[in-house]
Structure formats: C-alpha cells, structure tokens
C-alpha cells in the first residue's frame, strides 16, 4: 500500500504529464479524461486518489472489482476493462458504469438485458485488436464497424467510442502510428453511422501516453505511474 502523500504526488505529477502533453500537442485538457487502474491495489489507495480528487477508476478482475465498489465511499465512477466472460455479463452491467473491453455482440446483447431499468444506459468502448496480435482481445478493425452496428440497436448500451491495447513500441513515432489507426477507424465508423455520441478514444497507458495524447485519446488508463508497480 502508498502512503497517501505518495499517492497524491505521483497524481500530480501524472496531471501534469497529461497537462504538458496537451500544450504540446494542441489538445483541450478538458477533452483528455484519466482513468486510475487500480487492479490489485487496496481500497485504501483508491481513497486516498478519491481524496485527492480522482473521480474514475478502472479494474480488470470481477471479483475483486466487485468487493471494492462495496465498500468504497464515496462511489467513484466504475470502469470495467478486464476480459467479459458470458456468465458474468450481469455483474457487470448491474454494477459499472463504463465498460471499455466489449468485443462481441453477444456479450452486447447480454450486457444490454441485464442493465438494470433505474441506471441509466451502460457506456461502452469497442475493444479494437489494432496492431492485429494473435495474443491481444478485441475485433479486428474490419469487424468493428459491424458491432458498432450491432451494440448501436441496444437501447441500454450507449457507444462511446473504441478502445486499443497496441502492440508494445518504444519509440514515440512507433506508438502514434499504432493510436493512429484506432483513431481514424473511430472516425470512419462515426460517419458511417452517423453517431454523434461516438466520440471517444481509450488508448495510452503509463508508457505510452504522450503519443495517445498525440492521437487523440479521450481516456488514458493508468495504472503503474499512479499506484506504483504490481507485484501480481
Ligand atoms: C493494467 C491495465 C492498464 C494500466 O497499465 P499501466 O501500464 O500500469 O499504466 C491499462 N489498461 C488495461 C486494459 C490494463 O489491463
């Protein structure tokens, strides 16, 4: 666990990472949200980031995901970008309010039922296999526009947008090319379907940031330059 100084501090200095990307690259600071990773980090650290401010959190394994959202106060906005398994489809629409990782339209249709009437719609990111790796989740880029489709006639989904986990690059220009695509296949798809609330971009991690900025990301998943290394 960090201490909570540890914790703000390491936030801060990620704002201001994501701040100084912005001014280089002519993004609105408003348009570039963070979300805080926090997959296998106590409830004690995700306190501690909603004290100093941090309003989104996103987890990776149900369970634990789902023991946290218990007992955290004041709730945070909940974002699920882990691998969906068919059986835990209601879980997921019941307790989240994002979900970045969906890439079938069976899981659509399944998470679309389950959401309860009171909530309103669940939001969701298209999981986009960009970089074409046989190890990697999601569509690929030619099945995205299909499931767009197919997610848009769920009147408890609201597509917002696609999110890509590319290949590991270290160069800078190597990262963009990547963030590139899954930017232009977001727009093609707005287009084609003429869908307005398709506007945003899950892209760029703790080492690839600045590129995804570059690129237009709207969500930045961070998890290590905020709570430390994982030791899982
Ligand atoms: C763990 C994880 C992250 C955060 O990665 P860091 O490199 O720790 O910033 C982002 N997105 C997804 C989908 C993850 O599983």
Known sequence: MSSAPDLKSRLDAVRRQIAQACAQFDRDPKSVN???VSKTKPTAD????IKAGQRDFGENYL???LEKIEIITPRPVWHFIGAIQSNKTRPIAEHFDWVHTLASAKHARRLNDA????LPPLKVLIQVNISNEESKA???AADARALAVAVSGFDRLQL???MAIPKIEDDFEAQRVHFRH??????DIRHALDADAMVDLSMGMSGD???AIAEGATWLRVGTAIFGPREK
């Open 209 to 211: 940031m600045e590129a």
């Open 138 to 140: 999601g569509v690929s």
């Open 63 to 65: 369970q634990e995901a």
């Open 46 to 49: 995700i306190a501690s980031a």
């Open 182 to 187: 899954l930017a232009e296949l977001g727009q």
């Open 34 to 36: 963070l979300l805080a």
């Open 115 to 118: 959401r309860p009437p009171g």
């Open 160 to 162: 917002r947008g696609l």
